[in-house]
């Protein structure tokens, strides 16, 4: 049965069951309001919708002393109902008499009987003072939930206010499942309640359906360019090597808000710094806007037997969590991310979780550049995930993350690595459940992030002379290329009537330094780190190791650094420094 028809039939058998006996001559009127109907995360499975709303008037007060009459109030969603379960059968959605936690009514008392929920109260014959917090007369009210999309209040006690006056009553802390409602579409996707009661006085709700939300999409997610790079040029080869150096990232993870307040933090708490999430701040005054995960919160609600703790009602877990799930990185790839992420209001900061997205505040470590690894697993899987710590509630804003790639020797895998991005934590949990995350989402989205590619090109070129440490002039000459099966691939090198010449070419590895600007003609690397087998003096056997630079023209700045065995291991050479004639030239 389509869902529409499904509320349809839901709310024609709450009119029937909730037909009220006429037994006072002036029934209570109530009219249902919303401040204004939220969007929701299409992603989200445990969305906050709207608060609803009461707004009675009418009825005769109950006599000072007298059993305040007691009202049922069922409320059914056209999607699911994905609260926080504090107990069987007892959910985080409270209802609120007379506005508690406000200038008016400041004082907060929690309906405390153990396993039923259910508390009477009396009257004070005027219909005021009835719900003010005091010993025996409480003012917030647990839910039930009874059903995938539906919650009651039982035995709710409300004193009608009279001719004139206004008794305000307000569901809070309801969540839904907004991805049951299909994807994000335009015009956005209503999301309806609808409200009935029973009880022994009149109460007539004028306008019972009323829209709580809306569903947009809550994130974009992107590579800002997708990048190829070349296997035999090595990238961020220091960070490869040493995670203490420093790097260039190649490119961005881009997470940006599908609507305003989509990225939210966890609770009001003031915000500390990129490394500290806060204790989580009460949010006790009913109706306010809070732009954060968190809704109606008082951790001072006791724990109570067998309806669990209050304390966590409306409690988010975490703030807003951004995930990136790599996969298809090729072997011998490490990648990293930079860890803090802070752009005009928004902060957001990387965290260890599972590999869902899921656990506690734990901040990911980094070196002194502010750079985290992405463990790769063997299946050239990795995941990385962000969580918001402030975020600005008038403007849309995205999370921009640089990433790095960082090999050198051995040489990569070839291949095409993707990422998929989402709201986090994911979760396969889509109905109200106990330890489920508060928020949850679902849905990932594939875009390619970088391919290690075959080298097609790169060699270096040159030569000149360098002196050794007892000032002995060595000069070597050169044709190499980056790639190992590209030839010709030829070393000369000369010192003191001693000769080295290359016959294989067994490691090449061509980077760029960032510390190097050569000038024109500028190629994609500077560096080429080399090594190789050939005669030493004539006898085969002998091999070389050798890093050369291309510092910019006339090459009065290139280095050379070489180093040369004989056939036994013998260390015969040992030279580096400046160039003193020739150049070397990257091509």
Not at 332 to 360: S, W, Y
């Amino acid at each position: 049965m389509p869902i529409s028809q499904c509320f349809r039939w839901m709310i024609q058998a709450a009119l029937f069951c909730g037909v009220a006996p006429a037994q006072l001559a002036f029934p209570l009127i109530c009219n249902t309001t919303v401040t204004a109907p939220r969007t929701v995360r299409a992603e989200g499975v445990a969305e906050l919708v709207s608060d609803v709303v009461l707004e009675c008037t009418g009825g005769t007060p109950t006599v000072a002393g007298g059993a305040v009459p007691q009202v049922n109030f069922q409320m059914f969603l056209s999607t699911d109902v994905t609260g926080r379960l504090l107990a069987t059968g007892f959910s985080e959605g409270l209802l609120l008499m007379d506005e508690p936690g406000s200038v008016a009514n400041p004082n907060l008392r929690m309906c405390d009987t153990p396993t039923t929920g259910v508390c009477g109260t009396t009257g004070t014959g005027t219909g005021m003072g009835v719900y003010d917090g005091s010993a025996g007369r409480p003012n917030v009210f647990q839910a039930r939930q009874t059903g995938i999309n539906s919650l009651v209040w039982l035995g709710v006690p409300v004193d009608p206010p009279g001719a004139g006056k206004t008794r305000r009553i307000r569901m809070t802390d309801i969540r839904v499942n907004a991805n049951r409602r299909g994807p994000a579409m335009v015009p956005m996707t209503p999301i309806f309640s609808f409200l009935a009661v029973t009880s022994t006085i009149t109460v007539l709700i004028n306008n019972p359906q009323i829209v709580v939300a809306y569903v947009g999409n809550g994130m974009d997610f992107g590579v800002n360019t997708p990048v190829k790079l070349a296997q035999c040029v090595a990238e961020n080869p220091g960070l490869a090597a040493n995670g203490a150096s420093h790097g260039v990232s190649q490119f961005n993870l881009t997470f940006a808000e599908g609507f305003v307040e989509s990225f939210s933090r966890r609770t009001i708490a003031a915000y500390v710094d990129s490394n500290t999430s806060p204790a989580p701040a009460a949010q006790t005054v009913p109706g306010t806007i809070w732009n954060t995960e968190t809704g109606f919160f008082s951790p001072l609600f006791p724990a109570i037997v067998n309806r669990g703790d209050l304390g966590l009602a409306g409690l988010a877990d975490q703030g807003t969590r951004i995930l990136a799930r790599f996969s298809g990185v090729p072997v011998n790839v490490k990648l990293f991310a930079q860890n803090t992420v802070a752009q005009g209001q928004m902060v957001a900061r990387m965290v260890t979780t599972n590999a869902d997205g899921e656990g506690p505040f734990s901040l990911v470590g980094g070196n002194g550049f502010g750079i985290s690894p992405i463990p790769v697993n063997g299946s050239g899987e990795a995941t990385m995930v962000f969580e918001v710590l402030r975020a600005d509630a008038v403007a849309g804003e995205m999370v921009r993350v640089p990433i790095y790639v960082a090999y050198g020797t051995p040489l990569p895998g070839l291949g095409t690595a993707s990422a998929t991005g989402a709201l986090a934590p994911l979760t396969v949990i889509t109905a109200a459940d106990a330890t489920a995350p508060v928020a949850r989402f679902v849905e990932l989205n594939l875009s390619p992030a970088f391919t290690i590619a075959p080298c097609t090109g790169g060699r270096m070129t040159g030569g000149g002379s360098v002196f050794t440490t007892s000032t002995s002039r060595v000069t070597h000459g050169f044709e190499l290329h980056c790639d190992r099966g590209v030839n010709p691939n030829r070393l000369q090198v000369n010192w003191n009537g001693n000769s080295f010449h290359l016959e294989t070419l067994t490691s090449a590895v061509c980077s760029d330094d960032p510390s190097i600007a050569p000038q024109q003609p500028k190629t994609s690397f500077d560096t080429y780190v080399g090594a190789g087998t050939g005669r030493y003096n004539g006898v085969t056997g002998a091999t070389a190791t050798w890093t050369f630079t291309d510092a910019g023209e006339p090459g009065k700045n290139d280095t050379a650094q070489i180093v040369i065995k004989d056939s036994l291991g013998n260390t015969v050479l040992t030279v580096g420094g400046t160039l003193d004639k020739g150049n070397q030239q990257a091509h």
